[in-house]
C-alpha cells in the first residue's frame, strides 16, 4: 500500500476500526457502572453502537438521560424499525470491539457483568467533534442500559437476542 491510498482511507473504515468501538463501548459502561454502581449486563453491550455509529440515530440522542430509552423508541419510530436490522449488521463489529477493549485491559468480565477498570478518555479530550459527539452519545446510552432491563431494551428496539 503506498503512503498515497492510506489518505483515501474511507470515513467507513475508519468508524469501524475496532480500537474506536472498543474505546465507544469503555466510555457506555463506563457510564452505566457509575450510573447503577453495578457492571452492566454483557447483552446490553450489543445495543451501544447501533445508537452511537449511524449518524441519524447519533443526532437523535437527547442531550440528557431524563428521556427514558424506551421513551426514545416511541418518539422515534422510524430509526425503531430499523435499529434491529443496524443491530445485527453490528453484531460482528461489537465483538471485535469488546475483544479489542479485553485484550487492552479497558473492559473487565465479571461473573455479573462488563466493567471498566480505568475510565476512558473523557469526550472533551477526543480528537475531534464527530469523535466526542460519538463519545457522548455512548455515555447516554450507558446510562440509558444502567437502568433499563436488557430484556425491556430488546423488546423497546425490537431486537431478539
Known sequence: MTTGSHRNVSEAQALFNPAFGAYLLASGINAAVKKANR???????????PFVLPVD????LPTKSTVTLTAWAHD?????????????ALTGYTRASLRTAMRHNAIDITASGLVCPRSPKPAS????????DCVRAAA???RWLAVTDPTRAFTALGVRP
Open 76 to 88: 422515534h419510530p422510524r430509526l425503531q424499525a430499523a435499529f434491529a436490522e443496524r443491530a445485527a
Open 57 to 60: 440515530t447519533r443526532s437523535s
Open 39 to 49: 457492571p452492566l449486563p454483557w447483552p446490553s453491550v450489543f445495543l451501544i453502537l
Open 140 to 142: 447516554l446510552v450507558g
Open 125 to 132: 479530550a477526543a480528537p475531534g467533534v464527530e469523535v466526542a
